[in-house]
Structure formats: C-alpha cells, structure tokens
C-alpha cells in the first residue's frame, strides 16, 4: 500500500510558477512509476506528466512540454512537479498517482494504482 499526499498548490497570476510536490509512504518508492494528472471542473482527469522508476525516463502532455518539469528524489520518497510560465488554462486539481511497473503507456488514469487527494493550482489572469 502506498499513500501519496500533495502539497504546494495555490493561488498565482499568469506568468507565474509553482512547485508542486508528492510525498510517498512506503519503502519501495524506488519502484514505482509516477505521475501527475490534473482535472479541470467539468472535464475529465487528464495526463500531465510521468517519471518512470527504471533510468528516470520523462515524459509530458504536449500542453505542458517546455513549462513543466517532473522531477523525483527518492531518498526522499518524493516526487516533483515544476511548472513555468503558467497561463489561465492551466487552472485545475492536480494530483499524483504511482505505478507498480504493470502499466503500458502510462498516461491514462485508469493504469495507476494510487492517488493523492489533490492540490488546487489557479492561475489568474
């Protein structure tokens, strides 16, 4: 089991940046894949950005790619989620999620096995 809590959300105008980061429980952090997801009132839970456990590949949704940038310490059981230059349309919940090494392209939701709770990032204009 694994239980993963957010933290470093909040209020920031356009233009703006913010760290978000994803504290894990657990001795085997290492390895997990993890991700960040966020979701928007009224739209679906979307891919924002994945780290995987083996090499620390990275991968970002094409709306994010260049502004944001995940990051992970697990000595520290932690994961990160850098995001620059942040704009109107980046206004959601944003939440971390792990994978135990079963999932495939590792961007959808229903691949991973934990969630945090979310942590609410809003961008003003």
């Known amino acids: 089991q694994v239980q993963l809590v957010e933290s470093g959300g909040g209020v920031v105008h356009a233009g703006g940046s913010l760290r978000l980061s994803c504290a894990a429980s657990?001795?085997?952090?290492?390895?997990?894949?993890m991700g960040w997801f966020r979701q928007a009132p009224g739209k679906e839970r979307e891919f924002v950005a994945v780290i995987r456990w083996s090499g620390g590949r990275t991968s970002y949704a094409d709306s994010v790619k260049g502004r944001f940038t995940i990051a992970r310490e697990n000595a520290k059981n932690t994961v990160y989620l850098q995001m620059n230059s942040l704009n109107v349309a980046d206004t959601a919940v944003y939440y971390c999620a792990a994978d135990r090494g079963r999932a495939t392209t590792l961007r959808t939701p229903e691949e991973y096995d934990y969630w945090g709770q979310g942590t609410q990032v809003t961008v003003s204009s």
């Open positions: 657990g001795r085997t952090f290492s390895s997990y894949d």
